[in-house]
């Protein structure tokens, strides 16, 4: 279930004008507060006074989403990381201008091993790369492998990553954001969450742990040789997608 703030949203829509349907619940603690409502989010919002915190989160993740999908994902990261250098607290400032430490080219060469032994069996079309869910599982980060007979080049289609035709392969552990990995453990905590601005910083955080995995993927392409089809790259249950090698 993905999160904005304490509302759990379980699925969404969006219609042609851009606007995004949500079907959510209100998380307080551990338990819910109110049944699933569908609606659009601001019904939501209106029923549940979150003040400020609500209209920051949804232009966060909808200016997030427009550069990664216009394939500026640099700007994201910058636009992410000036927001968060602006944010009350200091959890997660580790993040400003820190990168994964991953060496490219052995990421490339993982990814080329993979295509070359599916080979054997099917003509690989594309490549899915998810990281784990980091902010809950901050003790090891890491990454698996997928490949696909068939590719489908719709940003609002994603159904189909979950029939991969690869066989299980051997994930990579992500390394250089420790501290960041040491922040979530704390924010994960009752402490963790009495920062100033916490909710803001985390979502900040949040969105900025994934486009970096999506930077490391970007270099690993360029500066190492991997076969140019689809290579698609996000963290688990997020389904803002920077995409490599599209035509």
């Known amino acids: 279930m993905r999160r904005y703030g304490n509302l759990g949203v379980v699925g969404e829509t969006e219609d042609a004008l ?4 949500f079907v959510y619940i209100v998380v307080t603690g551990t338990q819910p507060e109110c049944s699933c409502y569908s609606g659009i989010l601001s019904a939501c ?9 609500k209209a920051m989160i949804r232009k966060l993740w909808q200016t997030t989403s427009e550069y990664v999908r216009a394939g500026k994902l640099a700007d994201a990261v910058k636009y992410l990381e000036s927001g968060l250098a602006g944010c009350e607290g200091q959890i997660f400032k580790s993040l400003i201008d820190a990168d994964f430490t991953n060496d490219p080219t052995v990421i490339a060469g993982s990814i080329n091993d993979l295509i070359t032994f599916c080979d054997r069996s099917f003509d690989v079309r594309a490549i899915y790369l998810e990281m784990n869910g ?14 696909y007979r068939k590719c489908i080049d719709a940003a609002d289609e994603l159904d189909w990553l979950c029939e991969w035709d690869s066989p299980a392969w051997p994930d990579v552990t992500l390394t250089g954001l420790e501290q960041v990995q040491a922040d979530f453990k704390r924010y994960s905590m009752r402490d963790g969450k009495r920062e100033p601005s916490i909710g803001e910083l985390a979502e900040h955080a949040v969105l900025l742990v994934m486009c970096k995995f999506g ?25 803002i997608i920077p995409r490599f090698n599209i035509s």
Do not use: M
Not at 45 to 52: A, C, E, P, S
Not at 134 to 147: L, M
Not at 228 to 239: C, E, G, K, M
């Open 18 to 21: 851009g606007c995004f349907s």
């Open 45 to 53: 919002l209106q029923k549940h006074d979150y003040g400020g915190e």
């Open 134 to 147: 980091f902010d809950i599982n901050p003790d090891r980060w890491y990454f698996e492998s997928f490949a």
């Open 215 to 239: 930077q490391l993927i970007e270099r690993s392409i360029s500066e190492g040789w991997v076969r140019q089809i689809p290579i698609l790259a996000t963290a688990h249950d997020f389904d």
